[in-house]
């Protein structure tokens, strides 16, 4: 809610034009992604000018480097399911490819929770 005397739209439209009219109305992204996957340019792909948006092109920009969704999102200063949105649509022209975060990278093991509670407590 905005405080009396803010206009309630400034700050969900940042640049102009709102996340829906970014993403053409999508509300999910056609490749499923992780806010930890890693996105790359590939250098190649079919990038139509047609399909491409100022925000597809400066995502397309921050992916020279391999770079993290919620990186991107945060540059890019649209919500994490626009900037998946955007970037959904550059991995399906072959532009930006995704490498996943492998999923036994989190572990539920007790001995390791219990440890990272332990650590987090001597560093209070």
Sequence with gaps: ???P???PDAEADLFGVRPYAVTDGRTQPSTPLDLMSLVRATGGGMVAPDR???EHAQALKLCQVPTSVAEIAA??????TVAKVLLSDLIELGAVIARFPPSTSYSNDPDVLRAVIDGLRRIV
Excluded: N, S, Y
């Excluded at 540059?75 to 994490?80: A, E, F, M, T």
């Design 5 to 7: 005397g803010e206009d």
């Design 75 to 80: 540059h890019l200063r649209r919500p994490v």
């Design 52 to 54: 491409l948006g100022v």
């Design 1 to 3: 809610m905005a405080a």
